[in-house]
Nanobody, 117 residues
């Protein structure tokens, strides 16, 4: 059974960089042909796909967030991370990591991140 767990600070100040980690258990992030995604949901809004890192380390980003987003991985820890720079209160959301194998089949429980001074 694959499990994903998000971790990171719940409060970030405006203009700072938001950093979250997704720890994966029950499966390797290097297994062909899975993609590992970051998705967020602002309060009262729908899900927004932010980006992904593939089994081979290739990265993909939402065009609207690309300039502020970096997704990386640590294969030795079976983790992948999200960095979102220059955050504003509009980046307040529940952040999820999820696995994609043509569809999103496993999700983390989500972590609330609030951007506020």
């Amino acid at each position: 059974q694959v499990q994903l767990q998000e971790s990171g600070p719940g409060l970030v100040k405006p203009s700072q960089t938001l950093s979250l980690t997704c720890t994966v258990s029950g499966g390797s992030i290097t297994t062909n042909y899975y993609y590992w995604n970051w998705i967020r949901q602002p309060p009262g809004k729908g899900l927004e796909w932010m980006g992904a890192i593939a089994y081979n380390g290739s990265t993909y980003y939402s065009s609207s967030l690309k300039s502020r987003t970096t997704i990386s991985r640590d294969t030795s820890k079976n983790q992948f991370t999200l960095q979102l720079s220059s955050v504003t209160p509009e980046d307040t959301a529940v952040y999820y990591c999820a696995r994609d194998q043509a569809f999103l089949d496993y999700w983390g429980q989500g972590t609330q991140v609030t951007v506020s001074s």
